[in-house]
């Protein structure tokens, strides 16, 4: 169902996920409409908008660039933005999460982005996995946000669990999610919420490498000693 954000006007916004169902992330779904605006302050919470379509101008304090598909905006707390001039249906997604800074590391700054740009170096060591890192693999990001694609028939080396929860929008292709040993037929569009601790594998299937783009939290100590 839509929601209605302060500041985001003239679209549809879908809350796929949030501090509601349990998550510490938020991920939004934005689907834009004539005359849509996007603007707000990230006070406490860092923002991270990535154009899957479309095209709209991005504005912060000091930066104004046009976004197309398959570009981004990483909005640091504290900082005002301001998204417009939307070409009708564009899509967006957008990852959010309260940023807990770390002693002796200075606040990240604004970045812009474009995936296209970002090396794709085979993950483990197998050619049909690809990963690209779209943020700074520094300690002042306690977030990161990565595209994973996948070849037809490419699959996880293993059955993954850990402390970071993930966030995933599904940008191309299909395949089989494994989650705590339930199996998920998987396409373009569809989004899924891990919790710390799920037991997670993946297979691409199809004709077409599987592309998504996901969520984790990084960086910082596991407990709150």
């Not at 929601?3 to 679209?11: D, E, K, L």
């Not at 707390?77 to 957008?94: C, M, N």
């Not at 060591?125 to 300690?139: N, S």
């Not at 990161?144 to 402390?163: M, Q, S």
Request: aromatic share 12%.
């Amino acid at each position: 169902m839509n929601s209605v954000v302060p500041g985001w006007t003239h679209c549809k916004v879908n809350v796929i996920i949030n501090e509601q169902m349990g998550a510490r992330l938020g991920q939004t779904l934005i689907t834009a409409e004539k005359d849509c605006i996007i603007a707000g302050d990230t006070e406490t919470a860092q923002i991270f908008f990535y154009v899957i379509s479309g095209q709209c101008t991005a504005k912060t304090a000091t930066q104004t660039k046009v976004l197309s598909g398959g570009q981004f905006l990483y909005v640091p707390s504290g900082h005002p933005y301001r998204l417009d001039q939307f070409s009708e249906s564009t899509q967006i997604v957008t990852f959010h999460k309260v940023y807990e800074k770390l002693p002796g590391h200075n606040h990240p700054s604004v970045i812009f982005g474009d995936a296209s740009t970002v090396p794709g170096p085979a993950f483990l060591g197998d050619p049909a996995l690809r990963l690209q890192v779209l943020l700074p693999e520094d300690l002042s990001f306690d977030m990161a946000v990565n595209i994973f694609t996948y070849d037809p028939g490419g699959h996880l080396p293993f059955v993954e669990t850990h402390i970071m929860e993930h966030g995933l929008l599904y940008l191309q292709g299909q395949g089989v999610y494994m989650l705590d040993q339930e199996w998920y037929p998987v396409k373009k569009g569809d989004a899924i919420w891990m919790a710390p601790y799920c037991r997670q594998w993946f297979t691409a299937m199809g004709k077409e490498p599987a592309v998504y783009i996901y969520y984790k939290n990084v960086n910082r100590f596991p407990t709150t000693l």
